[in-house]
């Protein structure tokens, strides 16, 4: 009975007359078949753009894949780090505050060239003139040079140096030159401390 309503659905069709201006006069068969061919191709068109477009992103996404892994592993091992980067950050602040507490405050400078005078006065020297010269400003401190010309023997010029650079404050010597004079030696000499520029 079921064949018999399909043969019927196709009565009167010749596949020789279709013809696409007379679609609304073919049987209701051919009519079906003709839907589904059509709705097919439109489904499988709208597939395989939809497919194409979406392996088209899974192939991008994949090739990003190892990049983002390694971008992973890197930020895992940062924050595995992390507490012993602290760690250190902190043991940098510390020593740089040490090293800012051995560096003259401006109201200490003067108290340091007394230092220095005393020094020079304890060694046995004759103290011609210690003077500070221009500051000069660097990058994260102020440069401070004193000029020192000094006279006496190549011993006490020693236990000078020696003091100096045993001041608790940081000071360089530099640029010295001794010469003879008279029965003794004369001695200029550069000294440079160092103070905090705290304007930054």
Same mark, same amino acid.
């Given at each position: 009975?079921?064949?018999?309503?399909?043969?019927?659905?196709?009565?009167?069709?010749?596949?020789?007359?279709?013809?696409?201006?007379?679609?609304?006069?073919?049987?209701?068969?051919? %009519?079906? !078949?003709?839907? /589904? #061919?059509?709705?097919?191709?439109?489904? *499988?068109?709208?597939?395989?753009?939809? &497919?194409?477009?979406?392996?088209?992103?899974?192939?991008?996404?994949?090739?990003?894949?190892?990049?983002?892994?390694?971008?992973?592993?890197?930020?895992?091992?940062?924050?595995?780090?992390?507490?012993?980067?602290?760690?250190?950050?902190?043991?940098?602040?510390?020593?740089?505050?040490?090293?800012?507490?051995?560096?003259?405050?401006? %109201?200490? !400078?003067?108290? /340091? #060239?007394?230092?220095?005078?005393?020094? *020079?006065?304890?060694?046995?020297?004759? &103290?011609?003139?210690?003077?500070?010269?221009?500051?000069?400003?660097?990058?994260?401190?102020?440069?401070?040079?004193?000029?020192?010309?000094?006279?006496?023997?190549?011993?006490?010029?020693?236990?000078?140096?020696?003091?100096?650079?045993?001041?608790?404050?940081?000071?360089?010597?530099?640029?010295?030159?001794?010469?003879?004079?008279?029965?003794?030696?004369?001695?200029?000499?550069?000294?440079?401390?160092?103070?905090?520029?705290?304007?930054?």
């Amino acid at each position: 009975m079921a064949m018999d309503a399909i043969k019927n659905s196709f009565k009167g069709f010749d596949p020789n007359d279709l013809d696409l201006s007379s679609s609304g006069n073919w049987p209701v068969g051919v %009519k079906v !078949v003709a839907y /589904l #061919l059509v709705f097919s191709l439109v489904v *499988g068109c709208g597939v395989y753009f939809y &497919i194409t477009d979406k392996e088209k992103i899974l192939n991008r996404e994949v090739s990003q894949e190892a990049g983002l892994k390694q971008q992973v592993s890197n930020k895992s091992i940062q924050v595995a780090s992390l507490d012993q980067l602290r760690i250190q950050m902190k043991d940098v602040e510390e020593r740089f505050t040490e090293l800012l507490k051995q560096l003259p405050t401006e %109201k200490e !400078v003067p108290g /340091l #060239l007394e230092d220095i005078t005393e020094i *020079g006065r304890s060694s046995g020297l004759d &103290i011609e003139s210690i003077s500070l010269a221009g500051e000069k400003k660097n990058k994260i401190f102020i440069e401070l040079p004193i000029n020192i010309k000094v006279s006496g023997t190549y011993h006490q010029m020693g236990q000078f140096v020696s003091g100096v650079a045993a001041i608790p404050r940081i000071v360089t010597l530099h640029d010295y030159n001794i010469a003879p004079s008279g029965p003794q030696l004369s001695m200029t000499i550069s000294a440079k401390t160092y103070r905090y520029d705290d304007t930054k």
